[in-house]
């Protein structure tokens, strides 16, 4: 009997859907673009779960579940609930690596920023965490030390001589817009409204030679 429960446990593990409704393949090593569209699609799951239920309501189950995974796939791929909120978390702030040198790119950097940042999978964690700050205060710390203050200093970096001005431009860059974006009062920007957003912030702080 538990020789059964085992392979039937590696069949329905081998049977998982992809990400676009087909077939995964079979026993054997998955391709590196198989696995980054998995934990993609696992991602993109736990954030809608996230905003649906909050953290404390989201279950790695739940989540297992809306993609059509086994909950050891979801655990493969994140070790446990606080790091899939973590992965999704950091998620966010590729786009902030390599760091930058110069105003062309530091403008490019700022626009990624806004239009990442006011987006809706940042603006649901952002709330998430915020409601759940009071009962889980490591998980706001965390989540500070990997998304803002992370931000912050990449900006720091790619300002040079200017680094004091990082937080200040950082502060900008989110703004009373982002506060809209938190109380669900304006949609996210456009790519075109995140760029003049970003501009705005970079000449208040750095001046005209930006």
């Given at each position: 009997m538990k020789r059964q429960r085992?392979?039937?446990?590696?069949?329905?593990?081998?049977?998982?859907?992809?990400?676009t409704g087909g077939r995964r393949r079979g026993p054997g090593r998955p391709r590196r673009e198989d696995v980054d569209a998995?934990?993609?699609?696992?991602?993109?799951?736990?954030?809608?779960?996230?905003?649906e239920r909050g953290f404390t309501g989201t279950t790695i189950e739940a989540v297992a579940l809306a993609v059509g995974a086994t909950k050891r796939t979801v655990y493969r791929h994140f070790t446990d609930k606080t790091g899939l909120f973590f992965a999704a978390v950091e998620?966010?702030?590729?786009?902030?690596?390599?760091?930058?040198?110069?105003?062309?790119?530091?403008?490019?950097?700022?626009?990624?920023?806004?239009?990442?940042?006011?987006?809706?999978?940042?603006?649901?964690?952002?709330?998430?965490?915020?409601?759940?700050?009071?009962?889980?205060?490591?998980?706001?710390?965390?989540?500070y030390e990997r998304g803002p203050a992370r931000s912050i200093e990449v900006l720091a970096a790619s300002l040079g001589p200017d680094h004091g001005s990082a937080e200040p431009l950082y502060t900008l860059l989110l703004g009373e817009a982002h506060r809209r974006r938190l109380l669900g009062l304006t949609p996210a920007p456009t790519r075109d409204e995140a760029r003049a957003h970003a501009r705005h912030a970079l000449r208040l702080v750095l001046g005209p030679r930006v």
């Open positions: 085992i392979i039937t446990s590696v069949e329905h593990e081998s049977r998982e859907t992809d990400a998995r934990r993609e699609e696992i991602l993109a799951a736990a954030v809608r779960l996230f905003a998620r966010l702030h590729v786009h902030e690596r390599p760091v930058v040198h110069d105003g062309a790119d530091l403008e490019e950097l700022a626009t990624r920023m806004v239009h990442i940042l006011h987006g809706d999978d940042a603006v649901t964690l952002h709330r998430l965490v915020v409601a759940e700050s009071r009962q889980l205060p490591r998980l706001a710390a965390t989540f």
